[in-house]
Structure formats: structure tokens, C-alpha cells
């Protein structure tokens, strides 16, 4: 019988436990991707660039499409690989010619990205729309011109239809290839057993996630990664003491030092971190964010315990049929592989 | 009345001038995708290496696999591009370090491959599961030695169940990475309208598309295009005339100056044309055909007819779930640029 007391006694502790951490993620700002279809879509959606059906389907087919680059070799899906976490798996981006970028700077994921405040890891842009007519432009990335990017695409059947659909005219514009881009990368949220926690399931995390999660806020480390995507705002790095890795490329933020802070969902699949991505075991990575940011040296312990909880952020993708593209056409513009 | 009777006779004409095309087309060699699809299985296993579903998954999850590259950023579909027709739409291949082939070759289509006699242009490799090992393995093209790509995916959690679930026994080598993307491939089939027509539907093609088949087949194009793959046979090429795009790559064909046929099942899909990929217009490459293998200066109409045959050949392809694949461990050899 007391047996039997001590155990109820300790699930009601425990229950009590999870309640109390639960508010505890709440104050300081992590938030849930909403399970509701309904708040999801309003959360991701852009009134400048409204969702649909049609947009979002084209907007699949330009991200897989390698004919907006130069050499008809790279598309979107090149560095956000939507088969690896949303990223490349390497330092630096490749692109055009086999070139990194200047600053070698890594690719950031594309899954949860609609959930950061702004784009770029200097955060120049603030939006996917934006962003996605950058990397098509960018000599060392995809090197198409504007007006090259919008030849292709029309020199080819059945999209002007597509634009046409999602737009509700059937010009194409540069912009618009973009927009439609924006709007699938709009689409690719990831909801994650801490989201169930976060709406209340307080059995959406092990007793050890729940302990990583309440390492993860004592710490301080929400301070900067909060919010829907875990991170997303723009903040000064380093803070405290020096990023041991800040000789490898040349970047330094924006023109105030700051650097936007990556998400943490997926993160066991975006392997290599940071902007440079000079790190591949994500438990460096934490021991390093406690020194540069917070100032603080973690124990193995703190640090396994945090990755225990940043696990359970390995969120559902997604499923994507994989289109099909249009062939080209006498009159599109011919590869170009210099 | 007499109308009637008019009309009568010119639709009984037609269908009895359809049912012999059909009778032409079977008896020099034209055969059909089989509709049945345990026919289908039949036709396109490979006793050495039987599909299951597993394998077939597994394969799917390979040939998307960048992890299968020195680099970490060439798959299998960076030249044989799932949603372009199975090809990469430049005129040679490009690879590891955008490093182009040194023959200049054009990277055939994956649709239809299974139907080929010979795999590579040279017709060196009997099957697709000894052709998988070789751009892996190749400097210009994937790079990456037969140990490292076992490394790299018996380091990736998840892949050796699914070895295990495919081949029955779950140890990882180089030749079970290779005949399981040999077996995704040869799933790799494109029914088209043509196929319904050979297997017996006279309606399956237009009138022009059947004048253009008549003409494909009255010009000798049949001669080497012909069988399930419509190609696939090895073939004296040039034949009658100098190809007057030679000077173009170094390629002569095998010793005995033999070049495989390629498939023209969703040739409008394949540009550009030939061994070296020179011609971008299926008219030029139609036209050369005729001067260099038949000896034959085809009319425009010839041409153009043959051409709207040739549009029927545009099959179904295969939907396509794009995969998830599993992240790179601590014992993930790293990817190497150089």
C-alpha cells in the first residue's frame, strides 16, 4: 500500500513537474507551431504575397527548377535540400563553377525558415520572397540574371498557365518567380513532439527531454533561441568571449556585429553549425554558444542534457511528390557553364 | 445517303489502314511497355538481383543521395534529374569540381535505361547495376572510392535496416549500394500513348502521329530504334556519312566504333541530342540521323512528320515521393571539396 502511495505521489510531482516547466517555456517566449490548420496558415502566411494552391504548387516546381541558374545545373533544392534537413551538408555553399561563397558562409535551412524574423545570416532581407532572389542572382550561387530567370521560365509550356493560376495574371515576372518560391518555402513547417508538449501534452517529452529543456532555459540559451522557430531574431555574436572559429571566412555580421540566430529545429540534420560552418558535432556546438553568448562553461552533463532536448525538435517534413518539369523549348535560353 | 456510306468507307478504311501500320510496327520489332503489370515486373527484374518493394525504396533513397559523392552534393539525380526527363539538360555531364567529362559525353536518360541491351554510351557495362558503380567512382563525376560511400552510409542511422530489409542480411557493401539503385531504376518506366496503340488501340495515336510512325518506319529509323527501349542496341555510328558534329569530344564509340542507340521514349525531354549532346533541335537531330545512319536527305515534312510520331513517344512517369534520408553521425567521413 505505501508502495503504491509513493508511486502515485511521484507521477503527481511529476505531472506537477511538467506543468510548471511548461509555463516556464511559455514565459520566456517558445511557442508552438500551431496544430490548427486554420492559425497555421495565417501564421505563414504573407498579405503581400497571399497563399494558394496553385502558387504553392508552383512555387514547388521553381524551387526544384535548375533551369533558373546559369548552367541549368542548380536549383533552390541545390543547397536547401529538402532530402537532408533543408541544407547542403557541407562548410560553405557551392555553386556556379564550383564556387563557395565569399564569406563562406554555410546554408541555412529552409524548413522553419518562414518562422525567422528575417533572412540571410545578416539578416538583410525580411522575408522568404526576398531572400529566394538572392541566391538565383548571386554570381558564386545560382549567376542568372533577372531577365535570363524570367526567359527560361516562359520559354517553357504549361507555366505560364501555372503563373496564371497563382497569380491570376500570366505575365512572369522576376518577382513573381520568387514570390511563388516564397510561398512553398511558406509550407515547410516541421511540428515536432516539443510542440505537442508546448500545447499542453506534457507527455510529448521524456523525463530527460524535459530535464535538456529545463537546462536549455536556466541556462539562458532562450534568451536568444525562442519564439515559433526557436531562434530567428537578430543578435550580437559573439558577446561574451571570442568564437574560436572566427578565422574561417570573413564575416562579421551586419554593420552592428549582429548575426541572425539560426533555428534549433532539425538541428541534429543541419550538420555543419554556425554561419561558417566550422562545427559538426552539435555538442561542441552547445559547449561553444555557452562560452561565446552566455558567458558560461558547461559540464558534459549540462551539455548532453541540452542535445537530449534539442532532439526531440526532429520534427515531421513534410511529404513531397517530386515534380515534373517542363521540357525546354527552341526559343529558351541556351546552359551557360562559364 | 450516299454520304453515309462516304464516310462509312473512309473510317473502315482508316482502321484497316491502322491495323496495319500496327502489323508493320510489330514486325520490325516496335514492342510495347506491357500493360500487365506482372509482365511488366517479369520484363524489367533482374535475376541477379531480384526487386522487392525494400529494395526498390532503399534504391530511391540512394539515387537521391548526396552522401554518395565526395562532396557531399552529387547524387545520382544532378545528371540524371528525375524531374527533367532523367537527364541534366546541358551538353556534357559535369561533376566533382564542375569538372566535365573528358570525352564529353551526355548523361542519357534513367527513364526507360532498364530496356537498353548495354548501359553507357560505349555499351561497356551489361546491366544497370554495374553502370551505378561507375560514376560514383569516377573523378569528374561523383568522386568518391567504393570504401568511403559504404563509410558514409553504414555511419548514417537507419540505412542498414533498410540493407537488411532489402538484401536479407544487413552488412553494407559497395555492390548492394549499387543493385539497389540498379533496382529503383528499373522501375524507371514511361508508358506512353504509342504503347496503348501497339497493344492493339488504333486510336492510341492521331492520324498524323501514325503517318509519322509510317514514315519512321518506310525510312528505316527501325533498323536501331527499335524494341520495348525503341533504342538500346549497339550501332555503327556514324554509318553512311561523317556526323558533322564530331570534332566536338573525343568519343569514337567502343573498339569496334559501335555507340549505343539511345531511347526515344520522351526524347522531347532529353535535349541536347547525340553522344556529345551538339544538337538542341529534335528536328536537326532527326535530320542527321538520316544523312548519317540511313543515307537518306529527309524532306521537311519527313522530318517534321517523324517528329509529331516522335511526341507520342512522351510517357507517364512515375510518381515520386522525394525521400527523407537520414543525418550524418560523428562517424560520418566528412565531405572533401577538392
Redesign the interface.
Known sequence: MKKIVLFSTIIALSSFASASLLEDAKKVGLTPIPSNKDELTKLIDNPKNPLNKAKIELGKALF????LSK???ISCN?CH?????GV???GAA?GH??T?NPHHLNSPTVYNAVFMDKQFWDGRNPDLETQAQGPMQAEPEMAISKEMAVKRISSMAGYEEQFAKAFGENNITFQKIADAIGAFERTLVTPSRFDTFLLGNTKGLSDKEQEGLKTFITKGCTACHTGVGIGGSMQKFPLVKPYKYADIGDFKGDKNGMVKTPTLRNI??T?PYFHNGAV??LEEAVTIMGETQLGVTLSDKETNSIVTFLKSLDGE?P???????P??T?STP??D?N
Request: glycine residues 6%; proline residues 8%.
Open positions: 526544384f527548377e535548375p533551369r548552367s541549368n545545373l541545390t535540400n529538402l532530402a537532408t534537413g547542403d551538408g557541407v557551392i563553377k564550383w563557395s541534429t540534420q550538420a559538426w558535432s517534413m511529404s513531397i511528390i517530386y515534380p515534373k518539369l521540357s525546354v527552341a541556351k546552359p557553364l
